[in-house]
């Protein structure tokens, strides 16, 4: 019932956060240069065809009065029609939430496969050979740019090797999971490299805890010391972190998205702001608020699970 009711209070703590986030977006979209009419029907287009044009989309009214009618709209989940693919945004990012998604969730799958193991080696290793290498290797990751690392990946295993597809999905699930390998490992190796340097950092503090040492003169095998005191205790501030990672990979996308030819809300935004549609350059970044609230949820509740020691107040 605890965690019940502090589900509960965050989510109703979101909704202004959330109303805040919203008036943010509509006003920096409807200030972006450019013309919506104009970049739909083309610089030729007749004035009264231009006038009807934004009388039909309400162009013409007040920037709060569009405002109000969005609102009105979001309401019933209506989030508006698409002006480039003549189709409703809903229905649009419903379409290429899955990529996104999937995308997100893989790379995430690979950073914390990397970066909790390697980072645990460090720590246990500290100043020996694994310990420097393992660091080195992090901190390359740090300094290697994104873009550089899908194209250096797309050249040796999808252009030379010919292991994965170097653009699109495929249509079947196996097409989909070999499409995702790349673009996932591209988007994973700097957060796991970042996760890899505050797991070290977080292992050697916790070696040398108290605790620790009174659970190994209790003779506890060490499995056990390692899993469910040093592992456990230094998971508690990498949440946050990689939160934060995750979080900066749902960005990422954009880039990655556009790379290797994914279909997804990343590339669908860039898309949008190229031609001016309001409408989905809105929904798609309110998706992206909706996912960061939600993650940021789960993360204080893995908080309480990890730490019976936090409270959920």
């Known amino acids: 019932m605890e965690k019940l009711n502090y589900i509960l209070k965050r989510i109703l703590q979101m909704i202004?956060?959330?109303?805040?986030?919203?008036?943010?977006?509509f006003a920096l979209v409807h200030l972006l240069p450019g013309d919506t009419a104009l970049a739909v029907l083309g610089a030729k287009a007749k004035p009264e065809v231009i006038a009807a044009y934004r009388a039909k989309m309400g162009l013409d009214k007040p920037l709060i009065v569009q405002f109000w009618y969005y609102v009105k709209s979001l309401l019933r989940l209506d989030l508006g029609t698409s002006t480039q693919y003549n189709m409703p945004v809903l229905d649009l990012l419903l379409s290429r939430f899955q990529v996104t998604a999937l995308l997100t969730l893989m790379a995430t799958f690979f950073t914390v496969l990397i970066g909790l193991?390697?980072?645990?080696?460090?720590?246990?290793?500290?100043?020996?050979?694994?310990?420097?290498?393992?660091?080195?290797?992090?901190?390359?990751?740090?300094?290697?740019?994104?873009?550089?690392?899908g194209l250096m990946l797309m050249l040796i295993f999808g252009v030379r090797l010919r292991w994965f597809s170097i653009s699109g999905w495929g249509k079947?699930?196996?097409?989909?999971?070999?499409?995702?390998?790349?673009?996932?490992?591209?988007?994973?190796?700097?957060?796991a490299s970042v996760i890899i340097r505050n797991v070290r950092n977080n292992v050697v503090d916790v070696r040398s805890a108290d605790y620790v040492d009174y659970a190994r003169s209790k003779g506890l095998p060490p499995g056990r010391i390692a899993s469910m005191h040093i592992l456990r205790n230094a998971m508690i501030p990498t949440v946050t972190l990689l939160s934060i990672r995750i979080i900066s990979m749902l960005g990422g996308t954009v880039v990655v998205e556009n790379i290797y030819s994914l279909q997804g809300m990343g590339a669908l935004l860039v898309g949008a702001v190229e031609h001016r549609d309001y409408a989905v350059v809105q929904g798609t970044v309110l998706v992206f608020i909706l996912l960061v609230l939600f993650i940021n949820l789960v993360t204080d509740i893995i908080y309480?699970?990890?730490?019976?020691?936090?409270?959920l107040d």
């Open 117 to 149: 193991p390697l980072g645990y080696l460090a720590g246990a290793k500290k100043d020996r050979a694994a310990d420097q290498g393992i660091r080195a290797l992090a901190l390359l990751g740090l300094s290697l740019p994104t873009f550089w690392v």
């Open 16 to 25: 202004p956060v959330f109303l805040i986030a919203l008036i943010l977006v």
């Open 172 to 191: 079947t699930w196996q097409d989909h999971f070999r499409g995702l390998i790349l673009p996932a490992v591209t988007q994973a190796l700097f957060a």
């Open 304 to 311: 309480s699970i990890l730490d019976p020691r936090i409270t």
